[in-house]
């Protein structure tokens, strides 16, 4: 199935969970949140969230800013 | 001590992470600075990009050193995406601590008052201590005291200007007039600026730019420190009145008038 993380298009295997994507991704790292069409799943949800074709990932971190 | 939301700070200078040349001197200015309350930006993850990370000596150092994060909504346009932003935040970062930051215009940077009401508003309602940037503008401020802020973030002068306390007048009135907490925050360029805001009864400051681009960031987050603490040591010591004529400090009684 086809996803976007961040506008990026990528192909994934069916049912796959946040936490495997984000296993792939290697971005499982503390500090990181992400929304799925814009709704926000919080990490404790990552391991049972299974994602759906066309789903759009929007990926956050905290950097540096005033 | 000063009390925000239910944290208390024994620093009353909170500081940016923003525009440091690299990560680990940003954390060494950051902990000489003696700050509790450190702020910082969200981005999306670049996936093309190897992983950076700025923070991670700053955070690394986050218990040891009782450093408070308070991310921002910088690049929000408006309320709805602010409020995005801030719930994101809270998930990366564990805090319910929210700078908002709403400035459409690139140039000035200046925040838009009615998008900030708005967000702010929702966000304190959902629970948020929410901690809004905004013009020094005295009828804004009471308006976010009433829809729940836990502190105001008046601007001395626009982001990164260094140019002081332009809006000095306004921020006075908006001390005299406040029942939360007053972080002047913005255009601080130099410690005497900093000195000023409290000296004048500013609850706390927030300088980033003028630590970062310092010639010696460590040195010059000292001076900061310093500035901060003799500022409200004279706020609190009460400073005497002014005038346009003289009133001798030395006694002038006629004591040469013999000659």
Same mark, same amino acid.
């Given at each position: 199935m086809q996803i976007k993380v961040n506008n990026q298009p990528m192909v994934v295997e069916t049912a796959l969970s946040l936490d495997a994507l984000l296993k792939q991704l290697n971005h499982?790292?503390?500090g990181v949140a992400l929304a799925v069409n814009r709704k926000i799943i919080s990490r404790s949800q990552w391991g049972s969230y299974q994602l759906n074709d066309g789903d759009n990932i929007t990926l956050i971190k905290a950097t540096a800013g005033g | 001590m000063l009390k925000i939301a239910d944290k208390t700070f024994s620093s009353r200078l909170f500081t940016g992470t923003g525009k440091f040349s690299n990560s680990q001197l940003m954390a060494d200015a950051i902990i000489a600075s003696g700050s509790e309350l450190v702020t910082m930006a969200l981005k999306r993850v670049d996936?093309?990009? %190897? %992983?950076?990370?700025?923070?991670g000596p700053l955070l690394d150092s986050q218990l040891e050193h009782n450093l408070n994060l308070l991310p921002n909504t910088s690049g929000a346009r408006n309320a709805e995406e602010a409020i995005y932003a801030a719930q994101l935040a809270r998930e990366a970062l564990g805090t319910h601590f929210v700078k908002i930051e709403i400035h459409p215009d690139p140039k000035y940077l200046l925040p838009d008052p009615i998008e900030t009401l708005k967000a702010c508003e929702t966000l304190s309602a959902m629970g948020f201590a929410v901690l809004p940037y905004v013009h020094a503008d005295p009828v804004l401020c009471k308006r976010l005291e009433e829809v729940g802020v836990a502190a105001v973030m008046p601007l001395g002068?626009?982001?990164?200007?260094?140019?002081?306390?332009?809006?000095k007048d306004f921020i006075q009135i908006i001390i005299e007039q406040s029942s939360v907490p007053v972080v002047v925050d913005?255009?601080?360029?130099s410690p005497s600026d900093a000195a000023l805001a409290m000296e004048m009864g500013a609850d706390a400051v927030l300088v980033n730019s003028a630590i970062a681009v310092a010639r010696d960031p460590v040195q010059m987050a000292i001076a900061f420190k310093d500035a901060v603490i003799a500022g409200r040591r004279a706020f609190k010591a009460g400073l005497g009145g002014r005038s346009l004529q003289a009133k001798a400090s030395s006694p002038l009684t006629a004591f040469l008038d013999d000659f």
């Open positions: 499982l790292e503390q | 996936l093309n990009e %190897q %992983q950076d990370n700025i923070l002068s626009p982001i990164g200007s260094n140019l002081g306390l332009k809006t913005a255009g601080i360029g």
